[in-house]
């Protein structure tokens, strides 16, 4: 099996800006949770989403959105980009039932 | 909140010697997820304990949960420069498994 995608792979954007960020799971996983990675902060959860729904969500501010596709792809939406958001965004992919967690790649995103 | 804390922070071991990370937990654990992760990439699923006193083992690496299920400690034998990383342990606090809160990591680095 094909594991979790994420594209793109690398994004240079400018404060202000908006950005979409592409996460596919490996395929029969329905539930894709965010997280973001900086080196301040560390590993933070954003919000999860299963079967087009969000179930569980973190403690970040209204611009971080994100959404769930029928197919369980999933996007994430960062608005009115800040320098601070400049980290490496992370999706992973689960089976229902299943307590594993399989991580893609990731999305560096530098914010100028 | 979950809190995980992890030491030491960063271990520099010469190849084929021993070593141990630990992680400890403010709360009891519903599981306890290791993961290794590769600068700036995508996190590599390693185990998962949820029984207290489980152990677990895969190659060289082993992994085990104490009787209290607050702390965990990762065990690496006869270390290889295959090895180096940075070591993260995730716990899961809403006993979904979608909603990982992450320890500040351990890095680790194989000599030869």
């Known amino acids: 099996k094909a594991g979790v995608t994420q594209t793109p792979r690398y994004l240079i954007k400018t404060r202000g800006q908006q950005v979409t960020l592409s996460c596919s799971p490996i395929?029969?996983?329905?539930?894709v949770s965010w997280y973001q990675q900086t080196p301040g902060q560390g590993l933070q959860f954003l919000f999860e989403?299963?079967?087009?729904?969000?179930?569980n969500k973190g403690n970040f501010p209204g611009r971080f959105s994100g959404r769930q596709f029928s197919n369980s792809r999933s996007e994430m939406n960062v608005s009115t980009l800040e320098l601070g958001d400049s980290a490496l965004y992370l999706c992973?992919?689960?089976?229902?039932?299943?307590?594993?967690?399989?991580f893609g790649p990731g999305t560096r995103l530098l914010v100028l | 909140s979950q809190e995980l804390e992890q030491s030491p922070q960063s271990l520099i071991v010469q190849e084929g010697k021993n070593l141990t990370i630990n992680c400890t937990s403010s709360?009891?654990?519903?599981?306890l997820y290791w993961y290794k992760q590769k600068y700036g990439e995508g996190l590599i699923f390693l185990m998962m304990l949820q029984k207290g006193g489980e152990e677990k083992s895969h190659e060289k690496i082993t992994a085990k949960l104490d009787e209290k299920k607050q702390q965990s400690s990762l065990h690496i034998t006869a270390s290889q420069p295959s090895h180096a990383g940075i070591y993260l342990c995730g716990a899961d606090s809403t006993g979904t498994a979608s909603k990982l809160t992450f320890g500040t990591g351990t890095r680790l680095q194989v000599t030869l």
């Open positions: 395929s029969g996983h329905r539930s």
């Open positions: 992973a992919s689960s089976f229902v039932g299943s307590e594993t967690q399989y």
């Open positions: 709360k009891t654990l519903y599981g």
């Open positions: 989403y299963f079967s087009e729904t969000q179930r």
